[in-house]
Protein backbone atom coordinates (compact mmCIF):
# COMPACT_ATOMS: atom_id res chain seq x y z
CA UNK A 1 0.00 0.00 0.00
CA UNK A 2 1.51 3.44 -1.18
CA UNK A 3 2.57 5.69 1.71
CA UNK A 4 0.28 8.73 1.77
CA UNK A 5 2.44 12.21 0.67
CA UNK A 6 3.12 13.72 4.02
CA UNK A 7 2.11 17.52 4.72
CA UNK A 8 5.09 19.51 4.03
CA UNK A 9 3.66 21.93 7.39
CA UNK A 10 2.55 19.29 9.94
CA UNK A 11 4.22 18.99 13.22
CA UNK A 12 7.21 16.91 13.33
CA UNK A 13 7.68 14.07 15.64
CA UNK A 14 9.58 14.39 18.90
CA UNK A 15 12.60 12.32 17.67
CA UNK A 16 13.31 14.25 14.55
CA UNK A 17 15.76 17.74 14.53
CA UNK A 18 15.23 20.18 11.58
CA UNK A 19 17.69 20.19 9.29
CA UNK A 20 19.12 23.13 8.53
CA UNK A 21 18.99 23.64 4.35
CA UNK A 22 17.71 27.32 5.18
CA UNK A 23 21.19 28.62 6.30
CA UNK A 24 22.39 27.29 3.62
CA UNK A 25 20.03 29.29 1.77
CA UNK A 26 21.26 32.25 3.90
CA UNK A 27 24.65 31.87 2.77
CA UNK A 28 23.72 32.16 -0.82
CA UNK A 29 22.22 35.10 -0.16
CA UNK A 30 24.79 36.75 2.34
CA UNK A 31 27.77 35.97 -0.84
CA UNK A 32 25.13 37.43 -3.57
CA UNK A 33 24.31 40.74 -1.25
CA UNK A 34 28.51 41.07 -1.01
CA UNK A 35 28.65 41.14 -4.77
CA UNK A 36 26.03 43.03 -5.56
CA UNK A 37 27.74 45.98 -3.36
CA UNK A 38 31.11 45.11 -4.34
CA UNK A 39 30.20 45.34 -8.34
CA UNK A 40 28.44 48.77 -7.93
CA UNK A 41 31.33 50.32 -6.15
CA UNK A 42 34.41 48.80 -7.76
CA UNK A 43 34.41 51.57 -10.13
CA UNK A 44 34.70 54.08 -7.41
CA UNK A 45 38.46 52.73 -7.03
CA UNK A 46 39.44 52.55 -10.93
CA UNK A 47 37.57 55.65 -11.70
CA UNK A 48 40.72 58.01 -11.76
CA UNK A 49 42.66 55.50 -13.96
CA UNK A 50 39.48 55.27 -16.42
CA UNK A 51 38.94 58.64 -16.79
CA UNK A 52 42.48 59.03 -18.03
CA UNK A 53 42.86 55.91 -20.44
CA UNK A 54 38.88 56.90 -22.05
CA UNK A 55 39.76 60.62 -21.74
CA UNK A 56 36.41 61.39 -19.42
CA UNK A 57 35.41 64.96 -18.11
CA UNK A 58 34.46 64.59 -14.46
CA UNK A 59 31.05 65.11 -15.69
CA UNK A 60 31.10 62.57 -18.03
CA UNK A 61 31.99 60.09 -15.08
CA UNK A 62 29.42 61.67 -13.20
CA UNK A 63 26.96 60.48 -16.05
CA UNK A 64 28.58 57.09 -15.94
CA UNK A 65 27.97 56.76 -12.22
CA UNK A 66 24.50 57.68 -12.48
CA UNK A 67 23.48 55.92 -14.99
CA UNK A 68 23.78 52.67 -13.23
CA UNK A 69 21.33 54.19 -10.09
CA UNK A 70 18.66 55.28 -12.42
CA UNK A 71 18.16 51.89 -14.53
CA UNK A 72 18.34 50.27 -10.77
CA UNK A 73 15.47 52.12 -10.24
CA UNK A 74 13.83 52.00 -13.13
CA UNK A 75 13.82 48.03 -13.06
CA UNK A 76 13.34 46.99 -9.87
CA UNK A 77 9.27 46.59 -9.67
CA UNK A 78 9.54 44.88 -13.25
CA UNK A 79 12.77 42.93 -11.57
CA UNK A 80 10.80 41.88 -8.40
CA UNK A 81 7.38 40.94 -10.29
CA UNK A 82 9.28 38.58 -12.20
CA UNK A 83 10.69 36.85 -9.12
CA UNK A 84 6.85 36.95 -7.94
CA UNK A 85 5.46 35.48 -11.27
CA UNK A 86 8.44 32.96 -12.10
CA UNK A 87 10.11 32.18 -8.81
CA UNK A 88 13.38 33.22 -7.37
CA UNK A 89 15.68 30.50 -9.01
CA UNK A 90 14.87 31.47 -12.65
CA UNK A 91 14.73 35.23 -11.43
CA UNK A 92 17.96 35.88 -9.44
CA UNK A 93 20.21 33.68 -11.93
CA UNK A 94 18.99 35.94 -14.54
CA UNK A 95 19.81 39.18 -12.50
CA UNK A 96 23.11 38.07 -11.29
CA UNK A 97 24.17 36.40 -14.94
CA UNK A 98 23.27 40.17 -16.37
CA UNK A 99 24.90 42.15 -14.12
CA UNK A 100 28.13 39.80 -14.27
CA UNK A 101 27.97 40.30 -18.44
CA UNK A 102 27.70 43.93 -18.23
CA UNK A 103 29.89 44.53 -15.33
CA UNK A 104 32.78 42.60 -17.34
CA UNK A 105 31.61 44.47 -20.61
CA UNK A 106 32.41 47.66 -19.02
CA UNK A 107 36.22 46.28 -19.20
CA UNK A 108 35.76 46.58 -22.58
CA UNK A 109 34.60 49.82 -23.17
CA UNK A 110 36.61 51.33 -25.45
CA UNK A 111 34.74 55.35 -24.91
CA UNK A 112 31.90 57.41 -22.92
CA UNK A 113 29.31 56.36 -24.91
CA UNK A 114 30.08 52.84 -24.59
CA UNK A 115 30.81 52.99 -20.65
CA UNK A 116 27.90 54.83 -20.11
CA UNK A 117 25.54 52.12 -21.65
CA UNK A 118 27.00 49.13 -20.60
CA UNK A 119 26.76 50.71 -17.05
CA UNK A 120 23.18 51.60 -17.46
CA UNK A 121 22.78 47.97 -18.78
CA UNK A 122 24.07 46.89 -15.50
CA UNK A 123 21.95 48.67 -13.53
CA UNK A 124 19.01 47.34 -15.69
CA UNK A 125 20.57 43.75 -15.04
CA UNK A 126 21.04 44.04 -10.94
CA UNK A 127 18.08 45.57 -10.53
CA UNK A 128 15.75 43.05 -8.88
CA UNK A 129 17.99 41.42 -6.71
CA UNK A 130 17.17 42.66 -3.43
CA UNK A 131 13.40 42.24 -4.25
CA UNK A 132 13.72 38.35 -4.88
CA UNK A 133 16.08 37.85 -2.23
CA UNK A 134 12.80 39.08 0.38
CA UNK A 135 10.99 36.52 -1.99
CA UNK A 136 13.64 33.55 -1.27
CA UNK A 137 13.30 35.02 2.84
CA UNK A 138 9.82 34.82 2.90
CA UNK A 139 9.94 31.19 1.23
CA UNK A 140 12.64 29.60 3.48
CA UNK A 141 12.53 31.76 6.41
CA UNK A 142 10.53 31.51 9.61
CA UNK A 143 8.81 34.75 10.44
CA UNK A 144 10.91 35.21 13.75
CA UNK A 145 13.74 35.20 12.11
CA UNK A 146 13.78 37.74 9.23
CA UNK A 147 14.74 40.68 10.92
CA UNK A 148 18.15 38.73 11.98
CA UNK A 149 18.38 37.41 8.69
CA UNK A 150 17.63 40.85 7.16
CA UNK A 151 20.50 42.58 9.74
CA UNK A 152 22.86 39.82 7.99
CA UNK A 153 22.02 40.63 4.37
CA UNK A 154 22.87 44.35 4.93
CA UNK A 155 25.74 43.88 6.94
CA UNK A 156 27.12 42.01 3.81
CA UNK A 157 26.32 44.52 1.69
CA UNK A 158 27.51 47.40 3.80
CA UNK A 159 30.94 45.47 4.00
CA UNK A 160 30.53 44.57 0.15
CA UNK A 161 30.65 48.65 0.19
CA UNK A 162 32.91 49.19 2.72
CA UNK A 163 35.68 46.46 1.37
CA UNK A 164 35.18 47.02 -2.47
CA UNK A 165 37.47 49.36 -3.00
CA UNK A 166 40.24 48.56 -0.69
CA UNK A 167 40.01 44.55 -2.35
CA UNK A 168 39.66 45.86 -5.88
CA UNK A 169 42.54 47.92 -5.33
CA UNK A 170 44.77 45.29 -3.94
CA UNK A 171 43.58 43.62 -7.31
CA UNK A 172 45.07 45.65 -9.41
CA UNK A 173 48.14 46.06 -7.72
CA UNK A 174 48.67 42.34 -8.26
CA UNK A 175 47.61 42.84 -11.77
CA UNK A 176 50.53 45.36 -12.26
CA UNK A 177 53.03 43.40 -10.17
CA UNK A 178 52.19 40.50 -12.32
CA UNK A 179 52.46 42.10 -15.57
CA UNK A 180 56.14 43.71 -14.27
CA UNK A 181 56.81 39.92 -13.80
CA UNK A 182 55.73 38.46 -17.37
CA UNK A 183 53.22 36.21 -15.45
CA UNK A 184 50.63 37.84 -17.37
CA UNK A 185 52.24 36.85 -21.05
CA UNK A 186 50.73 33.20 -20.91
CA UNK A 187 47.36 34.71 -22.86
CA UNK A 188 48.57 36.47 -25.96
CA UNK A 189 47.72 40.40 -25.92
CA UNK A 190 47.02 40.37 -22.02
CA UNK A 191 50.31 42.21 -20.58
CA UNK A 192 49.13 45.07 -22.47
CA UNK A 193 45.64 45.28 -21.04
CA UNK A 194 44.92 47.77 -18.47
CA UNK A 195 44.59 46.34 -14.85
CA UNK A 196 40.93 47.86 -14.27
CA UNK A 197 39.58 46.26 -17.28
CA UNK A 198 40.86 43.02 -16.27
CA UNK A 199 39.60 43.40 -12.64
CA UNK A 200 35.97 44.28 -14.06
CA UNK A 201 36.30 40.75 -16.06
CA UNK A 202 37.53 38.94 -12.92
CA UNK A 203 34.34 40.52 -11.08
CA UNK A 204 31.90 39.43 -13.87
CA UNK A 205 33.67 36.19 -13.69
CA UNK A 206 32.17 36.08 -9.60
CA UNK A 207 28.90 36.54 -10.25
CA UNK A 208 28.84 33.22 -12.59
CA UNK A 209 30.16 31.08 -10.64
CA UNK A 210 28.26 32.33 -8.08
CA UNK A 211 25.04 30.89 -10.77
CA UNK A 212 26.78 27.72 -11.64
CA UNK A 213 26.85 27.08 -7.75
CA UNK A 214 23.03 28.44 -6.70
CA UNK A 215 20.70 27.58 -9.84
CA UNK A 216 21.57 23.37 -9.57
CA UNK A 217 20.86 23.76 -5.85
CA UNK A 218 18.38 26.43 -4.80
CA UNK A 219 14.71 25.23 -4.99
CA UNK A 220 11.98 27.87 -5.36
CA UNK A 221 9.45 26.11 -2.40
CA UNK A 222 11.63 24.52 0.89
CA UNK A 223 9.73 21.13 0.39
CA UNK A 224 10.82 20.53 -3.23
CA UNK A 225 14.25 19.93 -2.04
CA UNK A 226 14.37 16.67 -0.71
CA UNK A 227 17.57 17.50 1.88
CA UNK A 228 14.62 19.22 3.99
CA UNK A 229 13.42 17.53 6.24
CA UNK A 230 9.65 17.24 7.76
CA UNK A 231 10.96 19.46 10.78
CA UNK A 232 12.28 21.92 8.71
CA UNK A 233 9.08 22.12 6.77
CA UNK A 234 6.92 22.96 9.80
CA UNK A 235 9.21 25.44 11.36
CA UNK A 236 9.51 27.20 8.09
CA UNK A 237 5.91 27.14 7.59
CA UNK A 238 5.27 28.91 11.32
CA UNK A 239 3.26 32.10 10.65
CA UNK A 240 2.78 31.20 6.84
CA UNK A 241 -0.21 32.42 6.12
CA UNK A 242 -2.76 32.42 2.91
CA UNK A 243 -2.04 30.31 -0.42
CA UNK A 244 0.40 30.63 -2.96
CA UNK A 245 0.18 32.69 -6.28
CA UNK A 246 2.02 33.57 -8.90
CA UNK A 247 0.39 36.03 -11.16
CA UNK A 248 -1.33 40.17 -9.57
CA UNK A 249 -4.48 40.81 -10.00
CA UNK A 250 -5.21 44.62 -11.05
CA UNK A 251 -6.92 44.81 -7.51
CA UNK A 252 -3.49 43.76 -5.98
CA UNK A 253 -1.90 46.41 -8.09
CA UNK A 254 -3.96 49.27 -6.86
CA UNK A 255 -3.99 47.60 -3.10
CA UNK A 256 -0.01 47.82 -3.23
CA UNK A 257 -0.02 51.56 -5.06
CA UNK A 258 -2.35 52.77 -2.16
CA UNK A 259 -0.95 50.73 0.46
CA UNK A 260 0.16 53.27 3.35
CA UNK A 261 2.86 51.56 4.96
CA UNK A 262 4.43 50.74 1.77
CA UNK A 263 4.62 54.60 1.00
CA UNK A 264 5.64 55.24 4.53
CA UNK A 265 8.90 53.11 4.09
CA UNK A 266 9.38 53.99 0.83
CA UNK A 267 9.72 57.74 1.41
CA UNK A 268 12.01 56.77 5.03
CA UNK A 269 14.41 55.13 1.97
CA UNK A 270 14.18 58.39 0.56
CA UNK A 271 15.10 60.27 3.44
CA UNK A 272 17.20 57.81 5.26
CA UNK A 273 19.40 57.28 2.22
CA UNK A 274 19.78 61.22 1.72
CA UNK A 275 21.38 60.93 5.14
CA UNK A 276 23.69 58.12 4.39
CA UNK A 277 24.44 59.36 1.23
CA UNK A 278 27.31 61.98 2.84
CA UNK A 279 29.40 58.80 4.17
CA UNK A 280 29.72 57.65 0.68
CA UNK A 281 30.32 61.12 -1.17
CA UNK A 282 30.84 63.86 0.93
CA UNK A 283 33.08 62.26 3.70
CA UNK A 284 36.49 63.04 1.81
CA UNK A 285 35.59 66.46 0.55
CA UNK A 286 34.34 67.43 4.38
CA UNK A 287 37.78 65.66 5.49
CA UNK A 288 40.05 68.08 3.34
CA UNK A 289 38.01 71.13 4.09
CA UNK A 290 37.51 71.24 7.55
CA UNK A 291 40.89 68.97 9.09
CA UNK A 292 43.03 69.31 6.05
CA UNK A 293 43.36 65.42 5.61
CA UNK A 294 44.33 64.42 1.97
CA UNK A 295 41.97 62.02 -0.08
CA UNK A 296 44.72 59.37 0.11
CA UNK A 297 45.13 60.28 4.24
CA UNK A 298 41.71 60.22 4.87
CA UNK A 299 41.18 56.46 2.69
CA UNK A 300 41.29 54.42 5.90
CA UNK A 301 38.21 56.56 7.20
CA UNK A 302 36.17 56.03 4.39
CA UNK A 303 35.58 52.98 4.98
CA UNK A 304 34.88 53.12 8.90
CA UNK A 305 31.06 54.24 8.74
CA UNK A 306 30.10 51.18 6.35
CA UNK A 307 32.22 48.33 8.21
CA UNK A 308 30.95 49.46 12.07
CA UNK A 309 27.09 50.37 10.01
CA UNK A 310 27.36 46.64 9.14
CA UNK A 311 27.98 45.19 12.52
CA UNK A 312 24.98 47.90 13.55
CA UNK A 313 22.90 45.95 10.77
CA UNK A 314 23.37 42.50 12.50
CA UNK A 315 23.00 43.22 16.02
CA UNK A 316 19.75 45.22 15.48
CA UNK A 317 18.30 42.57 13.23
CA UNK A 318 19.00 40.42 16.38
CA UNK A 319 17.72 42.44 18.84
CA UNK A 320 14.57 43.22 17.02
CA UNK A 321 13.68 39.58 16.66
CA UNK A 322 14.43 38.80 19.81
CA UNK A 323 11.69 41.62 21.41
CA UNK A 324 9.34 40.67 19.48
CA UNK A 325 9.58 36.58 20.04
CA UNK A 326 10.14 37.74 24.03
CA UNK A 327 7.01 40.12 24.09
CA UNK A 328 5.04 39.10 21.46
CA UNK A 329 4.59 43.26 20.19
CA UNK A 330 5.68 43.05 16.16
CA UNK A 331 5.16 46.29 15.51
CA UNK A 332 6.66 47.66 18.76
CA UNK A 333 9.52 45.52 18.03
CA UNK A 334 9.87 46.64 14.86
CA UNK A 335 9.34 50.18 14.93
CA UNK A 336 11.76 50.64 18.10
CA UNK A 337 14.92 50.07 16.64
CA UNK A 338 15.39 52.43 13.46
CA UNK A 339 13.03 54.88 15.72
CA UNK A 340 16.14 54.83 17.89
CA UNK A 341 18.83 54.40 15.55
CA UNK A 342 17.85 57.50 13.33
CA UNK A 343 17.32 60.28 16.70
CA UNK A 344 20.50 59.04 17.43
CA UNK A 345 22.29 59.39 14.11
CA UNK A 346 20.12 62.59 13.74
CA UNK A 347 21.78 64.20 17.25
CA UNK A 348 25.36 62.63 15.89
CA UNK A 349 25.29 64.03 11.94
CA UNK A 350 24.36 67.37 13.57
CA UNK A 351 26.73 67.71 15.68
CA UNK A 352 29.40 67.25 13.54
CA UNK A 353 29.96 70.73 12.91
CA UNK A 354 30.69 72.02 16.15
CA UNK A 355 33.84 69.87 17.08
CA UNK A 356 37.41 71.15 15.70
CA UNK A 357 39.67 67.77 16.15
CA UNK A 358 39.35 64.99 13.16
CA UNK A 359 39.12 62.35 15.50
CA UNK A 360 35.69 63.51 17.39
CA UNK A 361 34.57 63.98 14.03
CA UNK A 362 35.32 60.45 12.50
CA UNK A 363 34.12 59.14 16.16
CA UNK A 364 30.64 61.21 15.62
CA UNK A 365 30.11 60.26 11.87
CA UNK A 366 30.87 56.22 12.38
CA UNK A 367 28.03 56.84 15.35
CA UNK A 368 25.57 58.33 13.22
CA UNK A 369 26.32 55.53 10.30
CA UNK A 370 25.82 52.65 13.03
CA UNK A 371 22.87 54.42 14.34
CA UNK A 372 20.92 54.64 10.89
CA UNK A 373 21.95 50.99 10.15
CA UNK A 374 20.46 49.56 13.58
CA UNK A 375 17.05 49.40 12.19
CA UNK A 376 18.00 47.83 8.63
CA UNK A 377 17.11 44.82 9.52
CA UNK A 378 14.05 45.32 11.48
CA UNK A 379 13.35 47.40 7.78
CA UNK A 380 13.78 44.63 5.73
CA UNK A 381 11.48 42.06 7.84
CA UNK A 382 9.08 44.82 7.45
CA UNK A 383 8.47 45.10 3.76
CA UNK A 384 8.95 40.68 3.71
CA UNK A 385 5.77 40.92 6.41
CA UNK A 386 3.99 43.57 4.82
CA UNK A 387 4.97 41.99 1.05
CA UNK A 388 3.73 38.89 2.33
CA UNK A 389 3.35 36.66 -0.99
CA UNK A 390 3.89 39.38 -3.30
CA UNK A 391 6.83 40.04 -1.03
CA UNK A 392 9.53 40.49 -4.31
CA UNK A 393 6.97 43.35 -5.71
CA UNK A 394 6.58 45.18 -2.68
CA UNK A 395 10.52 45.61 -2.05
CA UNK A 396 10.88 46.22 -5.92
CA UNK A 397 8.26 49.36 -5.53
CA UNK A 398 9.90 50.39 -2.39
CA UNK A 399 13.91 50.01 -4.35
CA UNK A 400 12.69 51.90 -6.96
CA UNK A 401 11.17 55.34 -5.31
CA UNK A 402 13.93 55.19 -3.17
CA UNK A 403 16.62 55.20 -5.62
CA UNK A 404 14.88 57.79 -7.50
CA UNK A 405 14.95 59.55 -4.89
CA UNK A 406 18.41 58.85 -4.77
CA UNK A 407 19.40 60.50 -7.91
CA UNK A 408 18.47 64.12 -6.33
CA UNK A 409 20.77 63.62 -3.41
CA UNK A 410 23.87 64.58 -5.11
CA UNK A 411 21.97 68.28 -6.83
CA UNK A 412 20.34 68.62 -3.69
CA UNK A 413 23.67 68.44 -1.20
CA UNK A 414 25.58 70.55 -3.65
CA UNK A 415 22.91 73.31 -3.76
CA UNK A 416 23.26 73.59 -0.02
CA UNK A 417 26.69 73.10 0.28
CA UNK A 418 27.74 75.43 -2.51
CA UNK A 419 25.32 78.12 -0.89
CA UNK A 420 25.40 77.63 2.78
CA UNK A 421 28.59 75.56 3.40
CA UNK A 422 28.91 72.58 5.96
CA UNK A 423 26.81 73.38 8.97
CA UNK A 424 23.39 74.13 7.35
CA UNK A 425 24.21 70.50 4.58
CA UNK A 426 25.00 68.95 8.23
CA UNK A 427 21.56 70.39 9.72
CA UNK A 428 19.67 69.01 6.57
CA UNK A 429 21.27 65.58 7.04
CA UNK A 430 20.34 65.88 10.24
CA UNK A 431 16.58 66.80 9.27
CA UNK A 432 16.48 64.05 6.73
CA UNK A 433 17.28 61.37 9.83
CA UNK A 434 14.40 62.52 11.50
CA UNK A 435 12.21 62.50 9.01
CA UNK A 436 12.85 58.45 8.07
CA UNK A 437 12.38 58.44 11.78
CA UNK A 438 8.46 59.81 11.72
CA UNK A 439 7.40 57.55 8.83
CA UNK A 440 7.25 54.55 11.52
CA UNK A 441 4.41 56.17 12.79
CA UNK A 442 2.66 55.33 9.33
CA UNK A 443 3.95 51.38 9.07
CA UNK A 444 1.99 48.61 10.13
CA UNK A 445 4.58 45.33 9.77
CA UNK A 446 1.59 43.28 11.14
CA UNK A 447 -0.65 43.70 8.22
CA UNK A 448 0.08 42.65 4.55
CA UNK A 449 -0.64 45.28 2.31
CA UNK A 450 -3.53 43.16 0.56
CA UNK A 451 -6.66 40.90 2.11
CA UNK A 452 -6.41 37.76 2.00
CA UNK A 453 -10.37 37.29 2.00
CA UNK A 454 -10.12 38.79 -1.21
CA UNK A 455 -8.27 36.42 -3.05
CA UNK A 456 -10.00 33.43 -2.45
CA UNK A 457 -9.46 32.63 -6.00
CA UNK A 458 -6.32 33.59 -7.71
CA UNK A 459 -6.55 34.81 -11.41
CA UNK A 460 -6.01 32.64 -14.24
Given at each position: ??????????????????????????????????????????????????????????????????????????????????????????????????????????????????????????????????????????????????????????????????????????????????????????????????????????????????????????????????????????????????????????????????????????????????????????????????????????????????????????????????????????????????????????????????????????????????????????????????????AGTAAGFINMLGNLGNSLQPIIGAWVFNRFGWGP????????????????????????????????????
Amino acid sequence: MASATPNPFQSPGAEESPTRVRYVVMGFLLILSFLTYFDRVCIVRAQQEISHDLQLADWQMGLVLSAFWFAYAVFEIPGGWMGDRYGARITLTRVVLAWSLFTALSGCASGFIMLLTFRFLFGAGEAGAYPNMAIVQSKWLPTKSRARAGGLLWLAARWGGAFSPMLFAGLMRTLDVMRADGKLSFIPGLEDVASWRIGFWIAGLLGVVWCLAFYPWYRNEPAEKPSVNAAELALIGEGRKGKEVHSMSWEMWKALGCSKSLWAMAFLYISGSFGWSFFVSWLPKYLLDKHEMTFAASESFWKQPLFYGGISCLTGGLLCDLFVRRTGWKRLGRAIFPLTGYVTASVAIFSVQFVSNADHAVVLICMAGAAYDFGQGANWASIVDIGGRYAGTAAGFINMLGNLGNSLQPIIGAWVFNRFGWGPLFVVYSLAFLLAASMWLFIDPTKTFYQEEKEAHPPA
